[in-house]
């Protein structure tokens, strides 16, 4: 496995495995302190792709200046151990100064879809998630990138970056990764207190609890929300609620029924660490 630290290491990487034949690179985008999430899109990237390339880089632009960009976990050389048993063809771990040099100047800001659910509590964040993003993508030139459901906002929001920028990359999503009660796979979960931790499964218990309520029938976000709230309080004393919203899949807002596919997305901020997860629901076959 290579490790490229510099822009032009790893694309001289990427460049050397096409010549040697390689037609599909494949880039899972990370911010290290890897866990089974990441390597389900390892996973992906290694089956569908010639050759993986996994970036690490705690990128401290999408961090706001009350956020966790110091306590945010880093076990970079675990994280390098890791990906070479999982047979990753080359990591990036460039260091800050390589992608944002004295006199860095330019934000990629994608309008509208970074106002709702985390944009409007992290202002800042997209530009940041965005901005390092194209420059992921112009470094190592993907053609599929690898993205997790658990971060549904990003994921939309940077297929539409490289729908109007016209990246020439495919954005692949892939399904959340749940520990044995639910608990959606993050680094963040690291952070977290004991006590903590048995409430934060109560996220994925209030978004069950959303999708049964759309599925026999209830239709009103406002009284599904509230359902959600409650479920929340009740099982997560120590979490600060920042949103529950039902919410188009694509356009991201929300929807006056939920009479079509919908996607419920929460978010919890508890002492040690702010907690997103989310979930599509359809409706059952036949229903209105
Ligand atoms: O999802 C993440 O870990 C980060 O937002 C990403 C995509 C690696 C950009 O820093």
Redesign the pocket.
């Known amino acids: 496995m290579k490790r490229a630290r510099t822009i032009a290491e790893i694309r001289a990487a990427v460049a050397e495995a096409r010549r040697r034949g390689a037609q599909k690179v494949g880039l899972v ?3 290290g302190a890897l866990h089974d999430g990441h390597y389900s899109l390892i996973d992906a990237a290694r089956r569908d792709c010639d050759f993986t390339v996994v ?1 690490i ?1 705690v ?1 401290p632009t ?1 961090f706001g200046p009350d956020e966790d960009y110091r306590r945010y976990p880093r076990a970079l050389e675990a994280d390098v151990a890791g990906c070479q048993s999982r047979g990753v063809d080359a990591v990036f771990t460039p260091e800050v100064c390589e992608l944002y040099p004295e006199g860095f100047a330019t934000t990629v800001h994608v309008a509208g879809l970074t106002e709702r659910l985390c944009g409007a509590f992290r202002p800042g964040h997209f530009d940041g ?1 965005c901005t ?2 194209a420059k992921l993508f112009n470094t190592v030139g993907p053609d599929v990138a690898y ?2 459901e658990k ?1 549904y906002q ?1 994921a939309i929001v940077v297929r539409r970056m490289v729908a109007d920028l016209d990246m020439q990359v495919r954005v692949e999503v892939c399904p959340t990764v749940r520990e044995k009660l639910g608990l959606a796979m993050s680094t963040r979960n690291a952070c977290l207190s004991a006590e903590e931790r048995a409430q934060a499964g109560a996220l994925y218990e209030s978004l069950e609890l959303a999708r049964r309520l759309i599925q026999e029938g209830g239709r009103s976000p406002a009284e599904i929300t509230q359902a959600v709230r409650a479920h929340l309080a009740a099982k997560a004393p120590l979490g600060t609620i920042d949103y529950v919203e039902i919410v188009d899949p694509d356009s991201l807002s929300n929807v006056e029924l939920a009479e079509r596919p919908v996607v419920v997305a929460v978010a919890v901020r508890f002492p040690a660490a702010r907690l997103i997860d989310n979930m599509r629901v359809d409706l059952p076959e036949g229903g209105d």
């Open positions: 985008a990370t911010m970036s880089f990128n999408q998630v390092v993003v993205f997790g971060d990003q």
